[in-house]
């Protein structure tokens, strides 16, 4: 059989599926129609129930959805129970809040290790995790095999440093560095996050508003 081939469009929204659900668990709601998720999340009935149907039968007619069951479901269908490892290379002051604040084991992500060319911060660590110097990357990678990279580095050396992970085997990056990274290495994932995209979108929809 065929697999079938989710749009960029469905995968997106799952994350968001699964933080409301998720929302909802904490707060001990039991069960929820489409239609209410659907208000909720300012999408229709129909849109969620055709996103679900790309993986399978969900909920039941004139119940709706056990929040529990869906949210472990969504929870497999995005990998959190995969167990994926990162690295976080460049530890200035996005690295450093991100491994100070962003709860990765929530959705699924052991962070193993950090890297930064600073002396002044190798050999330290940050709630458990040690930062270590540059020069140790290609061996530590090529021992532990991580398997995701959070890219906080300087946009000059953003490529190459892909490049170097992909080579030593790194599958997917969640890249802070402002450049389109790319690869014409198959099975090689990219999530960039731009700031600055998010800042003018909201400075078009005030200015517009």
């Given at each position: 059989m065929k697999k079938q081939k989710i749009s960029d469009a469905v995968i997106h929204r799952l994350p968001r599926y699964y933080r409301y659900l998720d929302d909802l668990y904490n707060k001990g709601v039991v069960r929820i129609s489409s239609s209410s998720l659907g208000d909720k999340m300012d999408i229709t009935a129909s849109q969620i129930r055709q996103d679900l149907s790309c993986f399978g039968e969900f909920g039941q007619q004139g119940y709706g959805y056990n929040v529990a069951e869906l949210r472990a479901e969504i929870g497999h269908i995005l990998g959190i129970d995969n167990g994926h490892r990162l690295i976080i290379i460049g530890v200035g002051h996005l690295g450093h809040a991100l491994l100070q604040n962003f709860d990765f084991e929530k959705v699924g992500f052991q962070v193993d290790s950090a890297f930064d060319v600073?002396?002044?911060?190798?050999?330290?660590?940050?709630?458990?995790?040690?930062?270590?110097?540059?020069?140790?990357?290609?061996?530590?990678?090529?021992?532990?095999?991580?398997?995701?990279?959070?890219?906080?580095?300087?946009?000059?050396?953003?490529?190459?440093?892909?490049?170097?992970?992909?080579?030593?085997?790194?599958?997917?990056?969640?890249?802070?560095?402002?450049?389109?990274?790319?690869?014409?290495?198959?099975?090689?994932?990219?999530?960039?996050?731009?700031?600055?995209?998010?800042?003018?979108?909201?400075?078009?929809?005030?200015?517009?508003?």
């Open positions: 600073s002396p002044a911060l190798v050999d330290t660590q940050i709630r458990g995790v040690t930062i270590r110097p540059m020069d140790q990357l290609a061996e530590y990678v090529a021992r532990y095999q991580p398997n995701v990279a959070v890219l906080t580095v300087p946009q000059n050396v953003a490529q190459p440093l892909a490049d170097q992970l992909i080579d030593l085997g790194i599958r997917g990056f969640w890249n802070f560095t402002n450049v389109e990274l790319s690869t014409e290495v198959p099975g090689v994932f990219f999530e960039d996050v731009h700031f600055v995209d998010t800042l003018l979108t909201l400075s078009y929809r005030i200015s517009r508003g």
